[in-house]
Every structure is written in C-alpha cells, then in structure tokens.
C-alpha cells in the first residue's frame, strides 16, 4: 500500500490545479466513512495519539525529557499518516467516480 501524506500525492488528484484538488477531495472524502475501514483506521488513530500523549506527557511526570516527548510526537504522526492513508485508499474509488463523470 502506498503512504499518502497529502491530497497532491494521491494519484487521481495529482494532475488538477489546486482548487479543483480540494473541490473534489471535499466531495468524496466523506463517502468514505460509509466504511468500516475508515472507522478502523480512525480508531488506530486515536489509540495512538492516547499512547502519544501518554508517552509524552505522563510517563514519569515529575521528570521533562526531550526524548521522551519526541518519542511521543512520533507516535502521534504515526497515527495521523496511518488514518490519511487509508482514508486516502478508501477515497479513491469515489474520486476516480467523481472525475468519470
């Protein structure tokens, strides 16, 4: 599976010019929380930034460390590229629909 970071990586949005970019991203994208994927991949997300946020914030409280709050940031973007990516996947179909119109 291919990682997706933004709408211009996205195969069928990358050739439009920006505004038609988001156009089209902004009509399809919520069809994809019809499905279980999406809600799966949301869920990942949100455990991921619990363990991010726990990581960096209340693992040993009464002591900062750089490391460890990096340690959870990456945690953190872990789950945000996961959730697009396959929000992203779950989106396609809907995109390749909308432009054959």
Same mark, same amino acid.
């Given at each position: 599976?291919?990682?997706?970071?933004?709408?211009?990586?996205?195969?069928?949005?990358?050739?439009?010019?920006?505004?038609?970019?988001?156009e089209?991203w902004?009509?399809?994208?919520?069809?994809?929380?019809?499905?279980?994927?999406? @809600?799966?991949? %949301? $869920?990942?997300?949100?455990?991921?930034?619990?363990? #991010?946020?726990? &990581?960096?914030?209340?693992?040993? =409280? +009464?002591?900062?460390? @750089?490391?460890? %709050? $990096?340690?959870?940031?990456?945690?953190?973007?872990? #789950?945000?590229? &996961?959730?697009?990516?396959?929000? =992203? +996947?779950?989106?396609?179909?809907?995109?390749?629909?909308?432009?054959?119109?």
């Amino acid at each position: 599976m291919r990682i997706y970071l933004t709408t211009r990586s996205i195969p069928e949005l990358a050739s439009l010019p920006d505004l038609k970019r988001e156009e089209v991203w902004q009509r399809c994208h919520p069809k994809a929380w019809r499905h279980w994927q999406t @809600w799966m991949a %949301f $869920l990942i997300m949100v455990a991921l930034w619990g363990l #991010g946020f726990y &990581v960096a914030v209340y693992q040993d =409280a +009464d002591f900062f460390s @750089w490391s460890k %709050f $990096l340690a959870g940031f990456l945690i953190l973007a872990i #789950g945000q590229v &996961v959730f697009f990516t396959l929000l =992203a +996947d779950v989106t396609r179909r809907y995109i390749r629909e909308e432009l054959s119109k």
